[in-house]
């Protein structure tokens, strides 16, 4: 683009801009007029600085042009008022008395734009105007442009932290999908163990029922022994209920009914209630009168709490309490908390508790599939087992249950 052609553009860009020429000669003044009188923006004229002051500090004008020697002040001192008022407004000296030291102060105290020499040539007088007119249009231009980037920069800004959330909630979402997906994989691998070992446990459960039941036939009873057993008959049923469990991991039982969660806890505790009582370790319990419901197998919901509270039982030093809590959850499902105190259970090996033959006890105390069978029988129920421990305060395990439709 030519300069002819940017001084075209930047006339139809001026046509709702300000020009204020301030000269104490009136003729002067006149003759700026009917040079300017064709030009896109708008001339104002006064022949007083000290009046045209209040002018610019009410008024919006985006050049202010002035004489030297005005009677009032001077221009540079008009001009360094005309300055504080309107910082943004692209000042010019236009007189006929300029020298060096008057420049040097216009340049210094002023920042001026422009000398112009009186008498003024036309043409130079015009594109000066409307150069000077442009370069208040470009510096007002960058100043919106910077205000659009710094806006788009917090908007940026913003939507990289909900990116960044989005991502951390992302991968967390994958990282929980992923271990479910291992602990899935892992509880098939043991439903197809499971099967091969189940027929060599039956077959000498089998054997011991049948024992037992033959002595129960030979007993009166009134015979002391036929109590003990009845016990031992309950247990061997209690173990093929286990192996049951193990198989349905692979066969994926669906047999539920409607069970409450008190009741399974009171038989639970028949069975194992001894140990406690052995080991001097009370058991309290607490239901909320509003606890509902969950449909379930009791026989693997047993096992559960029974897993939880041999757990319990072994992390305790053979003193403290056991506490029991029942109640229904904020979503309306049931919830039952086993809580002991134990040792805890470590930060480190928390995410690894419910993997198959995991155990931090002794091999002649655990196998390591407990807490993997009960994380089994909750996933099957679509429930959920959270764990809940501070080492050295013990741990509670929670049960959630979803709420009945």
Same mark, same amino acid.
């Given at each position: 683009?030519?300069?002819? %052609?940017?001084?075209?553009?930047?006339?139809?860009?001026?046509?709702?801009?300000? =020009?204020?020429?301030?000269?104490?000669?009136?003729?002067?003044?006149?003759?700026?007029?009917?040079?300017?009188?064709?030009?896109?923006?708008?001339? =104002?004229?006064?022949?007083?600085?000290?009046?045209? !002051?209040?002018?610019?500090?009410?008024?919006?004008?985006?050049? &202010?042009?002035?004489?030297?020697?005005?009677?009032?002040?001077?221009?540079?001192?008009?001009?360094?008022? /005309?300055?504080?008022?309107?910082?943004?407004?692209?000042?010019?000296?236009?007189?006929?008395?300029?020298?060096?030291?008057? /420049?040097?102060?216009?340049?210094?105290?002023?920042?001026?734009?422009? +000398?112009?020499?009186?008498?003024?040539?036309?043409?130079?007088?015009?594109?000066?105007?409307?150069?000077?007119?442009?370069?208040?249009?470009?510096?007002?231009?960058?100043?919106?442009?910077?205000?659009?980037?710094?806006?788009?920069?917090?908007?940026?800004?913003? +939507?990289?932290?909900?990116?960044?959330?989005?991502?951390?909630?992302?991968?967390?979402?994958?990282?929980?999908?992923?271990?479910?997906?291992?602990?899935?994989?892992?509880?098939?691998?043991?439903?197809?163990?499971?099967?091969?070992?189940?027929?060599?446990?039956?077959?000498?459960?089998?054997?011991?029922?049948?024992?037992?039941?033959?002595?129960?036939?030979?007993?009166?009873?009134?015979?002391?022994? !036929?109590?003990?057993?009845?016990?031992?008959?309950? %247990?061997?049923?209690?173990?093929?209920?286990?192996?049951?469990?193990?198989?349905?991991?692979?066969?994926?039982?669906?047999?539920?009914?409607?069970?409450?969660?008190?009741?399974?806890?009171?038989?639970?505790?028949?069975?194992?209630? +001894?140990?406690?009582?052995?080991?001097?370790?009370?058991?309290?319990?607490?239901?909320?009168?509003?606890?509902?419901? =969950?449909?379930?197998?009791?026989?693997?919901?047993?096992?559960?709490?029974?897993?939880? !509270?041999?757990?319990?039982?072994?992390?305790?030093?053979?003193?403290?309490?056991?506490?029991?809590?029942?109640?229904?959850?904020?979503?309306?499902?049931?919830?039952?908390?086993?809580?002991?105190?134990?040792?805890?259970?470590?930060?480190?090996?928390?995410?690894? &508790?419910?993997?198959?033959?995991?155990?931090?006890?002794?091999?002649?105390?655990?196998?390591?599939?407990?807490?993997?069978?009960?994380?089994?029988?909750?996933?099957?129920?679509?429930?959920?087992?959270?764990?809940?421990?501070?080492?050295?305060?013990?741990?509670?395990?929670?049960?959630?249950?979803? /709420?009945?439709?």
């Amino acid at each position: 683009m030519t300069e002819c %052609a940017r001084i075209e553009q930047w006339s139809q860009e001026t046509e709702n801009l300000n =020009v204020l020429f301030v000269d104490d000669e009136q003729n002067v003044l006149h003759a700026l007029q009917r040079v300017l009188r064709r030009e896109p923006y708008h001339v =104002v004229t006064s022949d007083s600085p000290i009046k045209v !002051l209040e002018t610019i500090k009410n008024g919006e004008f985006q050049m &202010i042009v002035s004489d030297q020697r005005m009677p009032e002040m001077n221009g540079i001192e008009f001009l360094q008022k /005309a300055m504080e008022l309107a910082p943004e407004a692209i000042r010019i000296m236009l007189t006929g008395y300029s020298d060096l030291k008057t /420049a040097e102060d216009a340049i210094n105290q002023v920042e001026i734009y422009r +000398f112009l020499c009186k008498p003024w040539n036309d043409e130079d007088l015009r594109a000066t105007i409307l150069q000077g007119l442009a370069k208040w249009q470009l510096k007002r231009a960058n100043q919106a442009m910077l205000k659009i980037i710094e806006e788009q920069n917090l908007k940026l800004q913003e +939507f990289n932290r909900d990116l960044e959330k989005k991502v951390e909630q992302r991968t967390r979402q994958l990282k929980e999908a992923g271990a479910l997906l291992m602990q899935s994989e892992k509880m098939s691998t043991v439903g197809l163990l499971a099967g091969g070992i189940a027929h060599e446990i039956n077959n000498p459960l089998g054997g011991i029922l049948a024992v037992t039941q033959l002595l129960e036939m030979e007993l009166s009873e009134n015979a002391p022994a !036929l109590q003990d057993l009845k016990t031992i008959e309950q %247990a061997v049923f209690q173990c093929k209920n286990i192996i049951q469990n193990l198989l349905g991991f692979s066969r994926n039982d669906r047999h539920r009914e409607p069970t409450r969660l008190s009741e399974v806890v009171e038989k639970s505790l028949g069975l194992v209630g +001894f140990i406690f009582r052995e080991s001097r370790i009370k058991v309290v319990e607490s239901y909320d009168p509003d606890m509902p419901m =969950v449909t379930g197998n009791p026989n693997q919901l047993q096992q559960v709490i029974i897993n939880i !509270l041999t757990n319990a039982q072994q992390a305790m030093n053979k003193q403290g309490t056991v506490f029991i809590r029942g109640y229904k959850g904020l979503d309306g499902g049931a919830v039952l908390e086993i809580e002991d105190q134990g040792e805890g259970i470590a930060e480190k090996i928390r995410g690894k &508790i419910f993997d198959p033959f995991f155990t931090t006890k002794e091999k002649s105390k655990g196998t390591g599939l407990g807490l993997f069978v009960t994380y089994g029988i909750m996933r099957d129920h679509r429930g959920k087992i959270e764990v809940l421990s501070e080492p050295g305060k013990g741990a509670c395990l929670r049960l959630r249950f979803e /709420a009945q439709n």
